[in-house]
């Protein structure tokens, strides 16, 4: 049985990696998880400067979720690399660089700076709901998706990865623009926009106002998403919204995705990522699956 | 070494201190290495409240390998109402010790304050236990007459009490018992509400007081990922590349000129 994925030419060891965001560039993580075991780790977003990120509170916990509204703080690509990438390169794993910016040009400033470095695969961040420029502005719109696309993969040297946003009317539909853009896999979805009230203080949760839905509350949106792009394009898709077990990832893959990401469930249980694996090898073995791409998209 | 992990602790007794606050014994191995200053994070048993709640250390006895939490219920169907309910043998998952705790080998031979307001008190009786030091003054801050933990701090040094309705003690703060009875120290340790801790950074500031604040603000992961728990930090900080610390990874405890509050 072989647990190995290929995601756009590069060969993940297993079909799980952590989605951005949830695990930093995995230093805090590498005390619980054998980061090794990951088929790959994705870093949380990083723009061309540092970004000091949102006001206080940045998180909030709704039943069965959270939300929250970071703002990407990063500490910039500069730190990033001399720092973040030799530490992860130290790990028998695949790199996926997150990317965020304002405009076309920071992303595309990221993009070209990390075409030097032994990165993996590159996720652009077109769909952060938490930040007023740059991000969600390119997510919600397919001509300006494509474009975006476009102008990233003129500089990158790997693989870019489009992250796609739940908030649109039809994922469907930004999914081929991307597509249309040369983009070489999509990722979805990121957070949902939502918003928490304390109504005892009469004040917003998050400090934003809004903030991004995650956890298992989003699952069944997000395996519906995933399905629509797997009717929609050719493209691998790198599946997430709510994973916190094997049987989130499976559905997942049924429905389309070769690889899938965990997110919010690093924060309550730090070894969901690899007992997922786990769970999906016993997954395979038990129904008599050879390969992971045997699974993906069975469910029409 | 990928070897750390949650633990799946052990309820060894439950009790009401006052309305609202409880006071919880664990038995875990965290025991064996928690300092004064540190948290926890404690999960529910409900799988629908997904996110820890990081929680202050009160007390610790290595040798048995216990734990003590006080904590306050925040409201009805809350995390912390779930874990008032659980009574001697229940289980509760938890990771920890988390973050890095008092100073408490800067205070050796000076006159001190050990300062905690409201549910910001806890943490103190750990301090005031572990430190070694000059004269030992322990000012604690409470709502009401409800003075939790009182005779354990007895027990510990000079306790000086502040209540807000004026029912025991100063009436006030924490500052306002310094102001009244004109007390003074060399090195301050401070837990409890932004403002109290605000009005003791200008207090320690002014007399060039060294001075250790343990911040708190609404987690996530608990170990320095999500950057979800920062504060403004004085200077740029150089993990973060900004002016944001992390309270769970870099504190809870920092010094007091380092952090804006």
Not at chain 1, 44 to 49: E, L, R, S, Y
Not at chain 1, 119 to 147: H, R, T, W, Y
Not at chain 1, 191 to 216: C, E, Q, W, Y
Request: aromatic share 6%; proline share 4%; with cysteine.
């Amino acid at each position: 049985m072989d647990m190995q994925v290929n995601i756009a030419g590069v060969r993940w060891k297993n079909p799980v990696t952590v989605a951005s965001g949830t695990f930093g560039s995995g230093e805090e993580y590498s005390e619980f998880v054998e980061l090794g075991k990951l088929g790959a780790v994705t870093t949380k977003g990083v723009a061309n400067i540092p970004w000091p990120g949102n006001p206080t509170p940045r998180v909030a916990e709704v039943y069965g979720g959270m939300m929250n509204a970071i703002g990407l703080q990063n500490p910039g690509i500069d730190l990033f690399c001399k720092r973040d990438i030799p530490f992860l390169r130290k790990y028998d794993t695949k790199i996926i660089v997150n990317v965020c910016g304002k405009s076309v040009e920071d992303y595309c400033e990221v993009v070209q700076r990390l075409a030097g470095e032994d990165v993996d695969m590159l996720e652009i961040n077109i769909s952060c709901p938490n930040v007023k420029e740059g991000g969600i502005a390119f997510g919600q719109n397919p001509k300006a998706a494509e474009e975006i696309t476009k102008a990233v993969k003129k500089y990158a040297k790997q693989p870019v990865i489009m992250k796609l946003s739940p908030n649109v009317t039809s994922i469907a539909e930004m999914a081929r623009a991307v597509e249309a853009g040369g983009a070489d896999a999509v990722s979805l979805i990121n957070t949902l926009t939502g918003m928490k009230i304390d109504i005892h203080r009469r004040s917003f949760a998050l400090a934003n106002k809004t903030g991004g839905v995650s956890g298992p509350v989003i699952h069944p949106i997000a395996v519906r998403m995933v399905y629509e792009t797997a009717q929609a394009v050719q493209i691998p898709i790198i599946g997430m919204g709510g994973i916190a077990c094997a049987d989130d990832a499976i559905e997942m893959i049924l429905a389309g995705a070769s690889a899938v990401s965990v997110g919010t469930a690093n924060f309550y249980r730090p070894s969901a990522a690899l007992e997922i694996v786990e769970g999906i090898r016993g997954y395979m073995e038990k129904y008599g699956y050879e390969k992971v791409k045997d699974m993906v998209g069975l469910v029409k | 070494m990928a070897d750390r992990k949650k633990e799946r602790a052990q309820v060894v007794s439950q009790e009401m201190l006052a309305d609202g606050i409880y006071s919880m014994w664990l038995q875990t191995e965290a025991a064996g290495t928690a300092r004064a200053g540190q948290f926890i994070s404690l999960y529910t048993n409900d799988a629908g409240k997904l996110l820890p709640r990081p929680i202050s250390i009160c007390e610790t006895a290595k040798e048995s390998g216990k734990l003590r939490v006080v904590y306050r219920v925040t409201g009805e169907n809350t995390g912390t109402r779930q874990f008032s309910e659980l009574k001697a043998g229940d289980r509760i998952d938890m990771l920890g010790p988390l973050g890095n705790g008092f100073p408490t080998g800067r205070a050796a031979g000076k006159k001190v304050f050990l300062m905690g307001g409201g549910i910001g008190v806890p943490p103190i009786l750990e301090l005031s236990r572990q430190i070694e030091c000059g004269k030992k003054q322990i000012i604690v801050g409470y709502r009401d007459s409800q003075t939790f933990l009182r005779d354990e701090f007895e027990q510990q040094g000079e306790v000086y009490i502040s209540t807000e309705d004026g029912s025991v003690g100063t009436r006030g703060n924490v500052m306002d018992t310094v102001k009244e009875l004109g007390l003074d120290a060399e090195i301050i340790y401070a837990c409890g509400p932004a403002p109290m801790l605000r009005a003791i950074k200008a207090y320690a500031e002014a007399g060039q007081i060294e001075c250790y604040v343990s911040l708190e603000e609404r987690m996530a992961c608990g170990i320095g990922a999500c950057l979800a728990c920062v504060c403004k930090s004085k200077e740029k900080d150089p993990h973060s590349n900004v002016h944001n610390k992390r309270i769970c990874k870099d504190g809870p405890v920092f010094l007091s000129t380092e952090v804006e509050i």
